[in-house]
């Protein structure tokens, strides 16, 4: 069997339209707009497109669902341009694809985002069946943003662990990569159900906190040894703004200070 290589990441596909806006405005008032940009957003596209900067011979792909409108034609073609496989994005009729305004408040920096799922709502289970892919890696980004994850089946099994089962009987290591979404009860519903079936957890102190409710340890390590306890398969990894930690299933550690990019 040919040597397992590379990269596939599926989940949230969308476009970020940034405006930069004089300052934010209260409801019914007006704001100027001094600058707008646009590129892709989400955890897929993020991950796939650095490490093709950093690694231009590393295969990577990306899957996921789009609609047939201005904003998917735009995700493929920065897939093309950044040379990465598109060819397990499936095109939804009647669905627009996702994109988040992202609102900049000039005065302070900080972002506020309008987002619209559009067509990755329609990404479910069976987009996670044969995807025919050589990638040694599967990372699965953002759970809590892809409604068709967040069921039941019949046998009472969530839609989920089904889809990420389905990944590591088909010979893949699963990354899993969350968003800050703020209902507690969620992570127990819908994101404790697939862990078993998560090789790689790479969270935020704030995900990590709502995973592992109601211990009150806050500590990253503390954090990362109590979800490997819940049966993440190999390693966990949590960032925060000082910085990230790591430990692995033998419990050999990793810890880093956050630096400052300029």
């Not at 201005?70 to 996702?98: K, M, N």
């Amino acid at each position: 069997m040919p040597e397992r290589r590379g990269i596939i990441a599926i989940g949230n596909l969308l476009v970020d339209q940034s405006m930069h806006c004089a300052t934010y405005p209260q409801e019914s008032m007006l704001t100027q707009v001094s600058s707008i940009g646009k590129s892709c957003g989400g955890g897929c596209t993020n991950v796939l497109f650095d490490l093709a900067c950093l690694d231009p011979g590393l295969p990577l792909t990306l899957g996921g669902v789009i609609g047939d409108d201005e904003y998917g034609e735009f995700i493929l073609e920065e897939a093309r341009r950044h040379r990465v496989d598109s060819s397990r994005i499936r095109i939804a009729d009647g669905e627009a694809t996702s994109f988040t305004y992202v609102m900049i408040n000039g005065e302070n920096g900080r972002r506020t985002f309008f987002h619209h799922m559009g067509a990755n709502r329609r990404l479910g289970p069976s987009d996670f069946d044969d995807l025919d892919c050589l990638a040694r890696i599967v990372h699965v980004a953002y759970l809590p943003l892809l409604p068709g994850l967040e069921r039941e089946d019949k046998t009472r099994q969530t839609t989920g662990a089904r889809a990420l089962g389905a990944l590591q009987s088909q010979g893949f290591e699963v990354s899993l990569g969350l968003v800050s979404v703020p209902e507690t009860e969620r992570f127990e519903r819908w994101v404790r159900p697939v862990l078993p079936q998560v090789d790689y957890l790479i969270i935020n102190d704030e995900e990590a906190g709502r995973l592992c409710a109601p211990h009150d340890n806050p500590h990253p390590l503390a954090q990362a040894r109590h979800l490997l306890a819940m049966s993440v398969r190999k390693l966990v990894c949590i960032h925060d703004p000082r910085g990230a930690a790591a430990m692995n299933h033998r419990g050999e550690t990793c810890c880093v200070e956050a630096y400052h990019v300029a």
